[in-house]
């Protein structure tokens, strides 16, 4: 996990408030991720950047929001959290020319 | 678009003998895939990739992977089990973009591997 740092580590909030998640790298890569980690449904991307200020949706993206304004951070909101987002969450960065992921150690995100 | 299915949940083997997990895949095009492994309460560690050229591909901590094209399928074996492979094990394409040409992983649901003492 080295070279990628999530915090906070856990969470737990109430229905409703927003939430924001940040994953930092020292790697200077290129890509990075968000996914979300759910018994029996594996690990499911949120959202991704390809570039500052160049982002996608992935395939469960609803009720999320994203953020990279420089290449280290990439931040990932919650915009009203419901008890279906809890889950845990990884980030994960990718490299040109490097065709593996480097992962963080994850959030655990509980809201009730 | 790219997938890749595990079919099983769960494996269990005895120590000291050899492991097989499934993966096999749904690609258009030549397929890159890989095999990542999570110890209970860390991130993925990644094992090894198949790109091109050997169709038996070799990993971290003795692992291996045999890429087979007529079946579509990339299982990963270890010819003798040890009690801390226990785990869970994920396989996964990578999926580029035809309009922005930008890649991401597509993963599946997971097979927890029990290697039993």
């Known amino acids: 996990d080295a070279g990628i740092t999530q915090s906070p580590r856990h969470k737990v909030t109430e229905t409703g408030t927003p939430v924001t998640l940040r994953c930092h790298q020292t790697e200077n890569h290129r890509y990075m991720y968000w996914y979300r980690q759910d018994p029996g449904h594996g690990l499911r991307l949120i959202h991704y950047?390809?570039?500052?200020?160049?982002?996608d949706k992935g395939e469960v993206s609803d009720g999320y929001s994203v953020s990279r304004s420089k290449t280290e951070d990439f931040l990932l909101t919650l915009e009203s959290a419901t008890s279906s987002q809890t889950s845990v969450y990884f980030c994960a960065a990718l490299g040109d020319g490097n065709y593996g992921y480097t992962f963080g150690s994850g959030t655990r995100l509980t809201v009730v | 678009a790219q997938s890749v299915a595990q079919p099983e949940d769960q494996v269990n083997v005895a120590e000291g003998n050899p492991l097989t997990v499934k993966c096999t895949y749904s690609v258009s095009g030549n397929p890159y895939l890989f095999w990542y492994v999570q110890y209970p309460n860390r991130g993925l560690q990644f094992l090894l990739k198949y790109i091109t050229g050997d169709n038996l591909v070799k990993g971290s901590y003795g692992f291996e992977a045999e890429f087979n094209k007529s079946q579509t399928s990339f299982h990963l074996k270890k010819p003798s089990a040890l009690v801390s492979d226990s785990a869970l094990y994920f396989c996964a394409v990578r999926d580029e973009s035809p309009t922005s040409g930008t890649y991401k992983y597509i993963f599946g649901t997971g097979t927890r591997l029990k290697v039993l003492a």
């Open positions: 950047s390809y570039g500052v200020k160049d982002t």
